[in-house]
């Protein structure tokens, strides 16, 4: 099958499309044909090899976690779809990868929402498994009033919408060409860097309860400072989080939080509803990835970046 791969940690410039062995749908998965799937932060850091001694892999390894596409095969004890069924989901996070191919095998999955788009489903339920996690290790509930700090990202977008379902306000932190875009999907903007606390204080004057980093822009020392201990702020870009007391949230290696993948089926309702899209930062085919992935890295891309088959 034509899969994107690299056999060499790197810059972007490592990746290339190339021919691989095809995967199969093991007990309690499907595989699909990939129609779209999603680049990540978590792609390029794996990719520039910032995770290897955390999570080893065989390389040449493809890359990506999120697909869309029409189930194919499906495996043993699988019973809640069939062969043809439109699906979006995420594959195995002990893998990395997997999904920026022509097929993909996916260990979690929901009826694709007709709302959505190829490409939106495409490059949504890692996020959404991701937003999830976070909501709920911060206990978002209604009444929550929670700031996100990198809120016009991929992550960011998804866990406002997913946050103001459960009854949270939400502020978030924004480029200001992005405050009308975070404002549209339900968050308050505001813009990031000094002068927050004083900013935050201004827009919610009883103050935050909780806090989400999406950014790993070094923000932390500010962060915290807006809430009334570490533990109610958690980062999922910060490597250095534990040194303000912060919890560094990931989905695999060691140490990783259980995955929400309830979160997945849940947002998929919510898209039927529609109170629920996935905004697109923007499309690109495999033999483009590299570009997808220097967009990714830039920090720059308002919504998911995604890989068209």
Same mark, same amino acid.
């Given at each position: 099958? !034509?899969?994107?791969?690299?056999?060499?940690?790197?810059?972007?410039?490592?990746?290339?499309?190339?021919?691989?062995?095809?995967?199969?749908?093991?007990?309690?998965?499907?595989?699909?044909?990939?129609?779209?799937?999603?680049?990540?932060?978590?792609?390029?850091?794996?990719?520039?090899?910032?995770?290897?001694?955390?999570?080893?892999?065989?390389?040449?390894?493809?890359?990506?976690?999120?697909?869309?596409?029409?189930?194919?095969?499906?495996?043993?004890?699988?019973?809640?779809?069939?062969?043809?069924?439109?699906?979006?989901?995420?594959?195995?996070?002990?893998?990395?990868?997997?999904?920026?191919?022509?097929?993909?095998?996916?260990?979690?999955?929901?009826? !694709?929402?007709?709302?959505?788009?190829?490409?939106?489903?495409?490059?949504?339920?890692?996020?959404?498994?991701?937003?999830?996690?976070?909501?709920?290790?911060?206990?978002?509930?209604?009444?929550?009033?929670?700031?996100?700090?990198?809120?016009?990202?991929?992550?960011?977008?998804?866990?406002?919408?997913?946050?103001?379902?459960?009854?949270?306000?939400?502020?978030?932190?924004?480029?200001?060409?992005?405050?009308?875009?975070?404002?549209?999907?339900?968050?308050?903007?505001?813009?990031?860097?000094?002068?927050?606390?004083?900013?935050?204080?201004?827009?919610?004057?009883?103050?935050?309860?909780?806090?989400?980093?999406?950014?790993?822009?070094?923000?932390?020392?500010?962060?915290?400072?807006?809430?009334?201990?570490?533990?109610?702020?958690?980062?999922?870009?910060?490597?250095?989080?534990?040194?303000?007391?912060?919890?560094?949230?990931?989905?695999?290696?060691?140490?990783?939080?259980?995955?929400?993948?309830?979160?997945?089926?849940?947002?998929?309702?919510?898209?039927?509803?529609?109170?629920?899209?996935?905004?697109?930062?923007?499309?690109?085919?495999?033999?483009?990835?590299?570009?997808?992935?220097?967009?990714?890295?830039?920090?720059?891309?308002?919504?998911?970046?995604?890989? !068209?088959?």
């Amino acid at each position: 099958m !034509k899969a994107l791969q690299f056999s060499t940690y790197g810059p972007a410039s490592v990746l290339e499309v190339s021919e691989a062995p095809e995967p199969h749908a093991g007990p309690g998965q499907v595989r699909v044909t990939v129609r779209a799937s999603g680049v990540n932060p978590a792609d390029t850091y794996v990719r520039a090899g910032r995770f290897q001694e955390w999570i080893p892999l065989r390389l040449p390894h493809v890359p990506g976690v999120d697909a869309a596409g029409v189930v194919d095969e499906v495996g043993d004890g699988v019973t809640t779809v069939r062969v043809g069924d439109e699906v979006f989901g995420i594959t195995d996070y002990a893998q990395m990868g997997g999904a920026n191919a022509e097929y993909a095998v996916l260990a979690a999955w929901a009826p !694709k929402p007709a709302s959505l788009s190829w490409e939106q489903a495409g490059g949504a339920a890692g996020n959404i498994e991701t937003a999830t996690r976070v909501l709920d290790l911060l206990g978002v509930k209604d009444g929550t009033t929670l700031l996100i700090e990198g809120a016009a990202g991929g992550v960011g977008t998804t866990a406002i919408q997913l946050a103001v379902a459960r009854g949270a306000a939400v502020i978030g932190t924004a480029s200001d060409r992005n405050h009308s875009f975070v404002a549209s999907l339900g968050a308050v903007p505001t813009t990031y860097g000094s002068g927050l606390a004083e900013r935050v204080a201004d827009l919610m004057p009883g103050g935050v309860d909780v806090v989400l980093d999406c950014a790993g822009s070094g923000s932390l020392p500010d962060l915290v400072r807006l809430v009334a201990s570490p533990e109610r702020v958690v980062s999922i870009a910060d490597i250095n989080a534990a040194a303000y007391g912060v919890h560094l949230s990931r989905g695999s290696g060691p140490g990783a939080d259980a995955p929400a993948l309830e979160g997945i089926a849940a947002a998929g309702n919510l898209a039927e509803q529609d109170r629920f899209t996935v905004p697109v930062a923007a499309v690109f085919s495999l033999e483009e990835a590299a570009a997808a992935h220097e967009l990714s890295e830039s920090r720059h891309a308002r919504g998911k970046i995604v890989l !068209k088959a």
